[in-house]
C-alpha cells in the first residue's frame, strides 16, 4: 500500500496472485470477451439480414432509422436489471440485453451500407445481367464493407460497456472487480477492473478499425464511421 | 404501477438530479466542440487526430471512466460533479467530430462572397458559416443529448442519485415497476429533450426542413 491508487492498482495488476484461478485476470477476461462476442454475433445473426433487406429494397427505411436512434435513449442499466429479474440470474438476462443493445448499430450499419452504394452503380451491374442476390453480394455488400464493419465497431463498444454490468446481476467478466471494489470500499481494486475493461475496450475497438480499414475497396476513401 | 404512485416524490426528485447531471455536459460539449472542430478543420493531420482520438474515447465504457476519474481530478466517486464530467468528455468524443463535419459542409464560395462582401472574420463565423452548419450541429447535438440523459443512470451502481437509482434500488428489492418506472423515464426525458432540440432548431433555423439527422 502506497497511498496513491494508481500506485496501489498496479501493484494488484502485477501480482502474480491474481493472474491464475477461475476469478484471475486472464479468466474473467476470457469471460467479458466470451459475453462480447456472444452478444455481437447473436445480434448480428438479427440485425445483418433486415439490415441488407431494408438497404437493398428500400422497405422498412424509416423505421430502421426510427429504431436505431430511440434505441440509444434506452438505458444499459435499466434493461439489465429488469431482465435479471425477470429471467431471474444467470447468462440468459444480460445476453439478451447485449442483443437488444448491439442490434441498432448492427442495423444502421448494415442499412448505411447497402444505401451508401451509388445508384448508377447498382442499376449499372443490373444492366450487366446481374440478379438482385448477386447485386447485394457482389456490389452492394463490398463497397459498403466498412460501414458494416462500422456498425460491428459501435455494437461491440456497447456490449463491452454492457458486459461490465453483467457482473453486477450475478455474472462473471471484468466488472466483478470493480463492483467487488465498492462493496469493500476498494478503491485501488477499482481502478484495476477499470484499466482491465478500458484495456480489452480500445484493442477490441482498435482490431475493428483496422479491419474497417482493411475491408475498404481499393480506389475508394475509406469510409468514417 | 402503485409503487410508482406512491414514491412520485422520490422520483421527482432523481429526475432533478438526472437533469443536473445530464444538461451541463450536453452545454459543454456543444460550446466546446466549435473551437475544438474550427481548430481540427485547420490542418488536416490535425482533424484525423481528433477524430481517431474522439473514437478511442467514445470506445471507454462509462463505468470505468466514472471510477478513474475521481483519482485523477480530486472528486468523490459518489460526487455528481464526477459523472457530469465523464459526461462531458464522451459529449465532446461525439460532438467534436460532428461539429467537425458541419463546419465542413459549409461552401467555401460562400464564405468567400462573404468575405467579399465586407463580413469580417468574427462576424462571418458569426452571421454565414454557424447558422449554414446548424443543421448538421444540431444532428450532432441531438445524439449527444440522447446518449447522455441515458449514461446518466450508469452512475446508479456507484450511488449516485439519478434515475439509475431507481434500477439499483428496484434491483435489490426485487420491484419489476420501479426498473420499469427508471427505463420508461429516462427514454422519455432523453426522447422529450430530443424533441425541444428539433423544435428550437426550427425556430432558430427556420429556412432548414428537418431531415433524420446523421445517426451513425
Known sequence: MTGNPFLDALAWLVDPVHWSGPSGVPARTLEHL???????????????????????TGNGKGITVTVAGAAR???????????????????????????????????????????????????????????????????????????????????????????MLAAYVGNGGLGRYIFLGLGSQDYPLMIAGSLLVIALALVLDLVLLVTQRLTAPRGRLPAES | MSWVLENVDVIAGYTGSHLLQALPPI?????????????????????????????????????????????????????????????????????????????????????????????????????????????VLLAGVRVVAV?????????????????GMLFVDGFRRGIIAEITAGVVLTAALALVTDGLLVLLGRLLMPWSRPTAGRRT
Open chain 2, 147 to 163: 446518449s447522455t440523459i441515458s449514461l446518466v443512470t450508469v452512475g446508479g451502481v456507484l450511488g449516485v442519485p439519478s434515475l
Open chain 1, 73 to 163: 435513449a434506452l438505458p444499459t442499466l435499466g434493461l439489465v436489471t429488469l431482465f435479471a429479474l425477470l429471467l431471474g440470474l444467470g447468462l440468459t438476462a444480460p445476453l439478451l440485453a447485449f442483443v437488444v443493445l448491439a442490434v441498432p448499430s448492427l442495423l444502421a450499419g448494415a442499412y448505411s451500407a447497402v444505401e451508401s452504394a451509388d445508384p448508377a452503380t447498382v442499376d449499372a451491374a443490373r444492366a450487366q445481367g446481374m440478379t438482385e442476390w448477386q447485386i447485394l453480394a457482389k456490389v452492394e455488400i463490398p463497397l459498403g464493407m466498412p460501414l458494416i464493419i462500422g456498425g460491428f465497431r459501435g455494437a461491440t463498444v456497447q456490449v463491452v460497456a454492457t458486459a
Open chain 2, 27 to 135: 452545454l459543454v460539449a456543444f460550446a466546446l466542440s466549435l473551437p475544438l472542430a474550427k481548430l481540427a478543420n485547420a490542418r488536416g493531420w490535425l482533424r484525423t487526430g481528433v477524430t481517431t482520438t474522439s473514437g478511442l474515447l467514445y470506445a471507454i465504457p462509462s463505468l470505468p471512466l466514472f471510477v478513474l476519474l475521481p483519482g485523477i481530478v480530486g472528486t468523490s466517486v459518489r460526487s455528481p460533479l464526477n459523472i457530469a464530467i465523464a459526461l462531458s468528455l464522451y459529449g465532446l468524443a461525439l460532438m467534436v467530430p460532428a461539429a467537425s463535419d458541419a463546419f465542413r459542409s459549409v461552401d467555401r464560395t460562400v464564405l468567400s462572397s462573404a468575405t467579399a462582401q465586407g463580413y469580417a472574420a468574427g462576424a462571418r463565423f458569426l452571421h454565414v458559416e454557424l447558422p449554414l452548419a446548424g443543421p
Open chain 1, 34 to 56: 466470451g459475453y462480447t462476442v456472444l452478444g455481437v454475433l447473436v445480434a448480428a445473426l438479427i440485425a445483418i439480414p433486415v439490415g441488407l433487406l431494408v438497404g437493398h
